[in-house]
């Protein structure tokens, strides 16, 4: 109880902040799912964090926290699914390059 | 046959099915016959109809024939619902009765198509019919809407039917001074088609607004329960719905500004301008105004708009004539200004004088179009009259029906041309001597234009002697319609005649329950004495035009031609058609570069294909430089994602 | 003391549970069946089964599974809307991936189980249902997306659908945790009683939370300026992938948008949301229509029409009215039809070793195959809004609830982009109609009904374009008793 909900949301929002300048600046595919999932874990933080400060009575937050890591983690896995299949064919992981059809 | 007036719409779509589907199977004799056959069963069944609703007392000549309900939401209820009466089945008779004869001639027209394109020829054709049928027996603006759409569709793809053609260039006009004027090049069939659809475009948007608006404003779509809840609706409001209308009719009756696209439209089959855009579709503005009278009754600023864009098209129009070289032009350009008058009259309120013009011109028009098919038959596609000459020696019958269309055009007394012309300027100068004033000179360029072609073409001595000698008559099947709609072209105007006859106005008196129901009574302001003035005044001009057309072309040709040199700047404009394509070109193709260019420097990756042409260009170069930001990088993506996100928090949270 | 197990009331899940079962058995099946067609066949009887659940639901039963769960007559029309899609996709599919030489069984599984995150979306009653159903989707569309593993731009469009997907779905999960925050429940029928009851009008959490779900559906049903994935996606992942994913993940993303907005976030912030809704629907039709008009690429063209549909379909979103939600849902299904048959001619006119068709492939196809063209030519026609088919009466519907809202000046902008968008259709259309067939015409499938599956797949959407359009009024009293 000595750690105040604020902290908790600053915390959240900082590794937000952190997943989003990684999505944007990162040419590795590998890297930009990594800022993806620390985003996804900002998230969590929060929906914990509030399961504890607003709702401690009902599970809600803290169930939700336990569906979102499981479907990260499938949706990781069909990414680097991609991500390999990408590499197989281009020999390259940098999403740069991967600029074939735009206009 | 009242009561089953749907059949008159499933006739030709059972002849779209057949020929659509199986035309390529079963050879021309069964296209043909499909193709006519439906029609026919049509115009019987309109005949039949009409004559049926003779036998009604006046006050029930209006019967809706509701074949299922379309759609009910809320208040709102739309039938898919006919409504028979005087007008819409005098629409009937005209559109599929002058049908009827351009398939018949067709089957002989198209016969050197292959199979696949006859079948296809005769499935859109009908498709077409079918479309207009919907359009004039529509009880609700739904339906009319539908029907007007799909005329259109219709209509672009059979203007683009002979898609492989290219431009065609046009010799230039070499004046007696040795000096030369150019002549625009004839657009080639798919830009035409393209053409018509981008122009047209602009007046369907406003009849699409204008159907949103009655929908908002009576809360029904249905004619009747607009037209009796109209008196209560304010005046301002009834103005911008004739307004919006009135843009539908524009764009669809190639009325100015959109005037551009019929005559690049002659690219089409001949039977299909003497059909489309001569006798029918294009009359189908006009027929919304008539249709929509009890409206433009309540609005007379729309109606005065009608009346004035009706008569200065017809005299635009009816200049720009006078120098075309291409025979299809001439009478492209002479249909425009032949539908100004119909507007002119539905626009001083003489809406039944209006339909009666509609109905003769429909008949000499397509004459008019049919003998220059039959011409062009005969010459291998030339339609350059510079080429031709004498033709009437090698083709009497073709000769003998245009000169019919041609006096009827021209208004000689007592063809039908002359009873429905005179009945529209006798309107308009009872409306305002000036409309009248506009309408007379028009009558008078009309005959010396349409004696102008007529002379060059078939009088004189052939100019192109290796291409005369080919020439020949064409076939019964094509010179019998020809034959027909002459006898209808003459006899047409007992339909109407002069009330100072003495005799009963017969078409007035038919379409009088539609016409006098809501309009003020008529009113007759003028004596006999200045009617009969006015009569002889009309009579005169037409003779003191052909007269003048034979002696500047016939007799005097080296008066012309000296005239012409002398006014050369004049030549030079009418030739160009008022410069009027080439300013849409410049004000909406070049500006809209230039502006396009402006906001994106200099990007050029929009050499587009498709269906790109002037006004739209400027989208296109919107439409480019908004996908430059579509670059493929899926950083710059989410970025643009984070941005669009940003802007949404800041806004819901901030404001 | 025994623990009490809850009541679970499955009654509402049956389709979902349906697609998921059949689902799992068809990739079972994959272990045994040499012929990967008749899988295709197998899903295609399980979206049939499905169908018939669903209708036999009709006209709803009441929230439950712990409230998280609902099949009212809004859910159920959006499972038939996702039902007929997956319908076509299949029949597309099975002899699309024949010619491509993809055929493989757990294309149709996949296919079956995004259909059923679809279904959950609909179905969904809580924000926890929301995101799973979301994620099913997605996920298994990534993966269709890039089942092409030949191709690089199959790849590349599941790489940039992957990527930019799960970024959305992080704004939309930390828009979950505000939401979440903010009402103290993620059940959508709680949060909305909260909000209006004791929550704070101008609730700065709330509004995050809102902003930030709209980006993730808005990224969903691609909304300016969320659509960027769109474009490349439709015009690289495999042509039958892009026929179904085209309709169902908009369907599916429109089916919660609207019950998020309008039971989590209605009435207090209802003013917020219209605004909201009427810019971006602004926005998204006049870019969607504008950039296609440069388009030559027809899969890249119908991905920016569909954009711009997205922003039509948002008109009636916009109205905030039972009428605007009913002309949502009719436009959603006009949509169906239309788009996804437009994919399917596109799949029959693409050739074998291209993955992709430009507009000039379709030069002559009025030639070649009339029918084919015939077809196509309705479905252009109908997207243009040209009466009597099914696409005017959609756009009549969400812009007269656009008036009715006071929105007139969307409804009037509608009808002008409308205007505006039948340049591109009418492109397609001169191509078939008014142009000579190329040097080396593509190798249509023959347009036989009886024979091919696409043929059916394109018959059926040509049928519905028309018919729907003659009789509007079977779905109209549908939509009625939703």
């Known amino acids: 109880m000595a750690i105040p909900l604020s902290w908790w949301l600053t915390v959240a929002a900082a590794l937000f902040a952190i997943g989003l300048y990684g999505v944007l600046s990162r040419r590795n595919a590998i890297g930009v799912l990594l800022g993806i999932e620390l985003m996804l874990n900002a998230a969590n933080i929060n929906l914990v964090a509030f399961w504890r400060f607003i709702t401690p009575q009902a599970l809600t937050g803290q169930v939700f926290a336990i569906f979102v890591i499981g479907i990260a983690a499938a949706e990781a896995a069909a990414g680097l699914a991609i991500i390999i299949s990408a590499y197989r064919r281009r020999r390259t992981v940098v999403v740069d390059e991967l600029d074939t059809m735009r206009w | 046959m009242l009561h089953s007036i749907w059949l008159v719409i499933a006739a030709p779509l059972a002849g779209v099915l057949l020929n659509g589907l199986l035309g390529r199977h079963l050879g021309r004799a069964f296209v043909g016959l499909v193709g006519v056959g439906s029609v026919g069963v049509s115009f019987v069944v309109g005949a039949l109809a009409l004559i049926e609703l003779g036998a009604l007392p006046a006050a029930e000549r209006s019967i809706g024939v509701g074949m299922w309900d379309w759609i009910t939401i809320g208040s709102l209820q739309v039938g898919m619902t006919l409504r028979a009466d005087a007008l819409s089945l005098w629409m009937v008779l005209v559109v599929s009765g002058v049908s009827l004869l351009i398939h018949l001639y067709s089957v002989g027209y198209m016969g050197h198509e292959d199979e696949r394109m006859f079948a296809r020829f005769f499935a859109y054709l009908n498709l077409f019919v079918a479309s207009m049928l919907l359009l004039v027996l529509a009880d609700n603006y739904l339906l009319l809407y539908a029907g007007w759409e799909l005329v259109g569709v219709c209509s672009y793809l059979l203007i683009g039917f002979w898609f492989h053609k290219g431009d065609e260039e046009q010799a230039p006009v070499v004046l007696v001074d040795g000096s030369q004027v150019a002549v625009p090049p004839n657009l080639n069939p798919p830009d035409s088609g393209k053409k018509a659809f981008i122009v047209t475009r602009f007046g369907d948007f406003g009849f699409a607004l204008g159907v949103f608006l009655i929908w908002s404003t009576f809360g029904t779509l249905n004619f009747t329960d607009v037209f009796a809840a109209a008196p209560q609706v304010p005046t301002a409001t009834i103005t911008a719905i004739t307004l919006l209308l009135f843009m539908g009719a524009i764009g669809k009756s190639a009325q100015l500004p959109l005037s551009v696209w019929l005559p690049d439209a002659m690219a089409g089959p001949t039977p299909v301008s003497a059909l489309i855009h001569a006798a029918t579709m294009v009359t189908a503005g006009v027929y919304m105004v008539a249709r929509n009278h009890v409206l433009y009754d309540l609005a007379p600023t729309s109606s005065l708009v009608v009346a004035i864009v009706g008569a200065v098209t017809a005299l635009y129009a009816a200049t720009i004539a006078l120098v075309q070289v291409d025979l299809k032009r001439v009478l492209a350009y002479s249909t425009i200004s032949q539908l100004g008058y119909m507007f002119l009259a539905v626009g001083v309120g003489a809406y039944a004088a209006g339909m009666f013009h509609l109905t003769t011109h429909a008949f000499f028009k397509a004459l008019l179009f049919l003998a220059a098919g039959s011409v062009m038959h005969a010459l291998h596609d030339v339609i350059d009259i510079r080429r031709m000459g004498g033709l009437r020696r090698k083709m009497p019958v073709t000769w003998l029906t245009f000169l019919v269309g041609a006096l009827a055009l021209a208004g000689f007394p007592l063809t039908a041309g002359f009873f429905s012309k005179d009945e529209i300027l006798l309107k308009a100068f009872e409306f305002s001597p000036w409309l009248w004033a506009v309408g007379l000179l028009t009558a008078l360029v009309t005959a010396l234009y349409t004696f102008r072609a007529l002379i060059v073409a078939f009088w004189g001595q052939p100019r192109d002697w290796p291409l005369y000698e080919k020439a020949h008559e064409s076939p019964p099947i094509m010179t019998a319609p020809l034959a027909i709609l002459a006898i209808l072209a003459l006899l047409g105007g007992l339909l109407g005649l002069p009330i100072v006859f003495g005799v009963p106005n017969w078409l007035s008196e038919w379409l009088a329950p539609i016409f006098a129901a809501h309009a003020p009574a008529e009113k007759h302001m003028l004596s006999v004495t200045t009617e009969w003035l006015l009569l002889g005044i009309s009579a005169a001009v037409a003779l003191v035009g052909i007269a003048l057309a034979y002696w500047l072309y016939a007799q005097r040709g080296d008066i012309t031609a000296r005239l012409t040199v002398t006014l050369r700047p004049i030549f030079v404009l009418l030739i160009n058609k008022y410069y009027l394509d080439d300013i849409y070109n410049a004000v909406f193709a070049r500006g809209g570069q230039r502006l396009a260019a402006l906001l994106a420097q200099g990007l050029d990756k929009a050499a587009i294909d498709g269906i790109v042409d002037g006004g739209a260009r400027l989208f296109v170069r919107g439409g480019a430089w908004l996908t430059q930001f579509e670059d493929g990088h899926i950083p710059h993506y989410a970025l643009g994602m984070f941005v669009g996100a940003l802007v949404l928090v800041a806004y819901l949270v901030l404001r | ?482």
């Not at chain 3, 029309?77 to 069984?105: C, H, M, P, S, W």
């Not at chain 3, 059940?187 to 909260?194: P, T, Y």
């Open chain 3, 1 to 482: 003391m025994r623990p009490q197990l809850p009541t679970l009331d499955l009654v509402p899940l049956y389709p979902l549970l349906v697609v998921t079962g059949w689902a799992v058995l068809v990739l079972l099946a994959d272990l045994f069946v040499q012929h990967k067609r008749a899988l295709g066949y197998l899903a295609l009887t399980g979206v049939i089964v499905a169908a018939v659940v669903t209708v036999a639901l009709w006209p709803g039963v009441p929230t439950s599974f712990q409230n998280m769960a609902i099949s009212d007559g809004q859910a159920l029309f959006f499972n038939l809307v996702f039902l007929v899609t997956g319908a076509l996709g299949l029949l597309v599919a099975i002899e699309y991936l024949e010619r491509k030489d993809l055929q493989r069984g757990e294309y149709y599984a996949l296919l079956m189980f995004s259909l059923a995150g679809m279904i959950a979306m609909a179905a969904a009653e809580d924000l926890l249902i929301v995101f799973l159903g979301l994620e099913m989707m997605s996920v298994a569309l990534y993966v269709l997306s890039g089942s092409n593993q030949r191709d690089m731009s199959s790849i590349e469009a599941a790489m940039k659908y992957f990527i930019l997907g799960s970024f959305a779905s992080a704004f939309f999960l930390y828009g979950i945790a505000l939401t979440y925050a903010a009402a103290g429940s993620t059940n959508l029928a709680q949060i909305g009683s909260w909000l209006s009851g004791r929550g704070i009008p101008k609730d700065p959490v709330a509004l995050t939370g809102l902003s930030l779900l709209l980006v993730g559906f808005g990224f969903k049903v691609a909304l300016v300026p969320f659509h960027w994935w769109t474009p490349d996606v439709y015009q690289g992942a495999p042509t039958s992938v892009t026929a179904f994913m085209s309709v169902g993940a908009k369907a599916a993303g429109f089916a919660t948008l609207t019950r998020v907005l309008y039971s989590a976030f209605s009435p207090t912030f209802t003013t917020d949301w219209v605004t909201v809704a009427a810019v971006l629907a602004a926005v998204t039709m006049t870019f969607g229509n504008l950039a296609a008009l440069v388009q030559r690429d027809v899969k890249r063209l119908l991905g920016y029409s569909s954009i711009a549909h997205a922003g039509y379909v948002l008109v009636g979103i916009a109205a905030a009215s039972p009428v605007g939600v009913r002309g949502m849902l009719f436009y959603i299904l006009a949509y169906a039809f239309m788009t996804a048959g437009a994919f399917a001619v596109a799949c029959a006119v693409e050739r074998r070793e291209q993955s992709t068709t430009t507009l000039a492939d379709y030069a002559g196809l009025a030639q070649r195959s009339p029918l084919l063209a015939a077809a196509m030519l309705l479905f252009m026609l109908s997207l243009i809004g040209i009466p009597p088919l099914i696409g005017f009466w959609s756009k009549l519907f969400v812009f007269r609830a656009a008036v009715e809202a006071n929105l007139a000046w969307l409804a009037v902008l509608g009808v002008l982009n409308s205007a505006l968008s039948a340049y591109y259709y009418a492109g397609v259309v001169v191509q078939m109609y008014l142009r000579e067939p190329g040097r080396s015409p593509a190798e249509e499938v023959a347009f036989r009904p009886w024979r091919s599956a696409l043929a059916v797949a394109v018959f059926l959407a040509a049928a519905a374009t028309v018919v729907l359009g003659l009789w509007p009024g079977a779905v109209v009293n549908l939509l009625m008793g939703v």
